[in-house]
């Protein structure tokens, strides 16, 4: 009789061990799948801001004005455009090629 109590106790004492190993494992887990889906939702946010900051920097006014400030470019006009003619001979030449 003292047998069967004695393997039940060491039963009843593993069982709770594992119990207690299984509850700390779950609460550690939860914890972290916390952590996780916080992080997503901060990723999430960010992504939308840059996405609208995005947006707002390739405004074509915007891209216009910082071409002129920083590249230092300006609308063509006739006064600024040079146009290229050829030879009647190079012209000839080209259109042969092409064909």
């Not at 920083?70 to 001979?89: G, Q």
Request: glycine content about 2%; hydrophobic content about 45%.
């Amino acid at each position: 009789m003292t047998r069967i109590n004695l393997v039940l106790l060491l039963a009843l004492l593993v069982s709770g061990l594992y119990l207690v190993r299984v509850a700390y494992d779950a609460r550690r887990l939860f914890a972290e799948l916390d952590r996780a889906r916080s992080l997503h939702s901060q990723l999430e946010i960010d992504r939308q801001r840059l996405s609208a900051e995005m947006q707002s920097q390739a405004t074509p006014l915007r891209v216009e004005k910082l071409a002129r400030d920083r590249l230092h470019m300006r609308a063509a006009t006739v006064a600024v455009t040079h146009y290229v003619t050829y030879p009647k001979s190079a012209a000839a030449t080209a259109s042969e090629s092409a064909q």
